[in-house]
Each structure stands twice: as C-alpha cells, then as structure tokens.
Nanobody, 121 residues
Framework: QVQLVESGGGLVQPGGSLRLSCAASGSIFTINDMRWYRQAPGKERELVAAITYSGFTNYLDAVKGRFTIFRDNAKNMVDLQMNSLKPEDTGVYYC???????????????WGQGTQVTVSS
C-alpha cells in the first residue's frame, strides 16, 4: 500500500500564508501526478493544484498567482504554498497521488486523510 500523511493546516487570518506538506510512503515504484484537492462545507471536492513527475503544473483559476505546488521526487513529497489566503479558501485539503507499487502494478489513486485550513479573522 501507499500511505499519505499531510501536515501544515491550521487557522490563519485573511492575507496570511500556510504551507501544506504531504509525504508518501510504503511500497512505491513510481509516482506520476501529485495533486491537492479541497472540499469546503456543503461543496464538492475540487482540484486545487497538480504537478506531473517532470514538473508541469496546473492550478484552479481561483488560486492562480497565490498558490504554488512543489514536489520532491527523491523524497516522494508534495507541498502547497498558499499565500494571500482568503476566507473562500477555507476547507479540508487532501493530498492525492497517482502511483504504482511495482513494475507490474497499474496506476492507482491514493488519498491522504485531509488537513483543515481555516481562513478567518
């Protein structure tokens, strides 16, 4: 199995910053895409940012210019730097990776447990 552990959530005032981290461990052959999703109360989960193995990135329009996704392939880690946070960024943030456990495995989705981000004064 592949385990994902997220950290870095919390309470921050509007305009503040947070950095989320996600570490993947376990039986990992390779990780393709690494992503951050979020889910606000009463809303569907949405893709916030994604990064390919080679470093190509994609962002939700609402966070472009404020959020940056990073990955460390050697450490199987992905971070999300969030700046100029707004109340509408509040939600549970989930790490997601697409990985293979061996050379004979197929690509599978793995999810972290989620970390709460609250932007409020």
């Amino acid at each position: 199995q592949v385990q994902l552990v997220e950290s870095g959530g919390g309470l921050v005032q509007p305009g503040g910053s947070l950095r989320l981290s996600c570490a993947a461990s376990g039986s990992i052959f390779t990780i393709n895409d690494m992503r951050w999703y979020r889910q606000a109360p009463g809303k569907e989960r949405e893709l916030v940012a994604a990064i390919t193995y080679s470093g190509f990135t994609n962002y939700l329009d609402a966070v472009k210019g404020r959020f940056t996704i990073f990955r460390d392939n050697a450490k199987n880690m992905v971070d999300l730097q969030m700046n100029s946070l707004k109340p509408e960024d509040t939600g549970v943030y989930y790490c997601n990776v697409v990985a293979m456990r061996s050379g004979w495995d197929r690509l599978r989705d793995y999810w972290g447990q989620g970390t709460q981000v609250t932007v409020s004064s």
